[in-house]
Structure formats: C-alpha cells, structure tokens
C-alpha cells in the first residue's frame, strides 16, 4: 500500500531564512504526489503538484519541490520564509485507484522573528 | 466563488446523538470524499463518492454513513457518535478526472463527550 512519511513533526525556521521539508513516499509505479498547506482554522490549500516531467515544481508563495525518484522524496523548499508561512504542511500521493489521497503525519512550521 | 461548505464548523455533542455534518460544493465535481484529521496520524479517508448514488468506503468507514442523492451535497452522518469519533473533519471535491486537484472545505471539529 501506498505511504508518506514526513519525518519532521515540528520544525522552527528564522523569518528570511530557507526552508526544507522531507517527504518521503513508498509507491511501486510513477508516484502523482502533492503538497498542502493548512494554515490555522483553515482548510487545505493546494501548494503545487507533480505528476510527471519536469522534477522541480513551482507552486504558489514561493514555493517549490524536487522529485527525486532514487531517493523516494519530493521535499518541499522555500528560499526565505515570512512570518505568514507559519502552518502545518502535508505531503500526499494519489493512491493506486485515484480515489483517495494518502497524506503524511504532517510537520508544524514555526517562524521565529 | 468556487468553493466547498461545511456546516456546522464546531459541534459539541454525547455518546449516541445522531448527527450530520453537511457538506456542499459549488463546482459541479462528481467526486467528493470525507477524511478526518487526528494529531499524529494526518488526514484518514471515511468514504468517498464517484457521483450522484455512488459511494465506497475510505480507511476508517466504521460509525459513519454517507449519501449521495444529489451531485452537489455529500452529509457525513453519525448514528451513534461516541467519543473516539471526537476529530476534525473534512469534506473535499474534484471533478471526475483523478489527477485533478481535490479542493477541501475548511473542516468541522466535532467533540463527542
């Protein structure tokens, strides 16, 4: 069965500084994975995707991601981190059927001034 | 404005009083889902539909019911709510293309006293 594993629950990043987080994934065939961003009391906002081609995906607020496929990931990054990026980020891949994402345990971004 | 409802947004509630948390879409999408979201655990799928009086069970189905009699409402029904049921909830969309990006409501979070 399909699964993501965010490895980092917590993670306290300096406002202006770079941001990465891991995801990694367990998938036999072509992986269509996704990121998320749920800021607090708020639904989940689609960050970006990859389906195939490129590995590097733009996403919106300035984010991106890298598909690595010998290395199960597609971590997620941002150069300089603002105080509004705080939330909690959720990696996910399209199960086998298309009928359900399957999401990491998530990791709670905390922007120290 | 393109978007998913939930209602309520919070509910208190006790061991076995039947309940419904609605869940509407105004973007004509023939596939709509329920997860819910437990602290260490992400986001669980319950059920999930296809379209109008098709639905299937997710990961966790057990102590819910769902319906699907029209193309735009998908309630999430507890009949007995007990108190491992207490979680945040989500309903999502998507149009009928798997590889289309699910838009979630903004969450319900239900405590079961």
């Known amino acids: 069965a399909q699964s993501v594993t965010q490895p980092d629950i917590h993670i306290t990043v300096s406002e202006g500084a770079s941001l990465e987080l891991r995801c990694n994934y367990s998938?036999?065939?072509?992986?269509?994975l996704f990121w998320y961003v749920q800021s607090p009391g708020q639904g989940l906002q689609l960050l970006l995707k990859y389906f195939s081609g490129d590995t590097l995906v733009q996403g919106i607020k300035g984010f991106e991601a890298e598909f690595k496929r010998s290395q199960s990931s597609f971590n997620l990054r941002k150069p300089s981190v603002h105080w509004s990026d705080a939330a909690e980020y959720f990696c996910a891949v399209l199960n086998t059927g298309f009928q359900k994402l399957v999401f990491g345990t998530g990791t709670r971004l905390l922007v120290s001034p | 404005e393109a978007q998913v409802t939930q209602n309520p947004r919070y509910l208190i509630t006790v061991t076995g009083k039947k309940l419904t948390v609605t869940c509407s879409q105004n973007?004509?999408?023939?596939?709509m889902s329920w997860y819910r979201q437990d602290p260490g655990l992400g986001l669980r799928q319950i059920y999930y539909?296809?379209?109008?009086?098709?639905?299937d069970k997710g990961d966790v189905p057990e102590g819910y019911k769902v319906s699907r009699k029209e193309k735009r409402n998908f309630p999430l029904i507890l009949e007995s709510p007990s108190p491992n049921q207490t979680s945040l909830y989500f309903c999502?969309?998507?149009?009928?293309?798997?590889?289309?990006?699910?838009?979630f409501g903004p969450g319900t979070r239900l405590t079961v006293l």
């Open positions: 998938y036999g065939a072509t992986p269509y």
């Open positions: 539909s296809m379209n109008v009086e098709v639905t």
């Open positions: 973007m004509n999408h023939e596939y």
């Open positions: 999502a969309s998507r149009t009928g293309t798997e590889l289309n990006e699910q838009f």
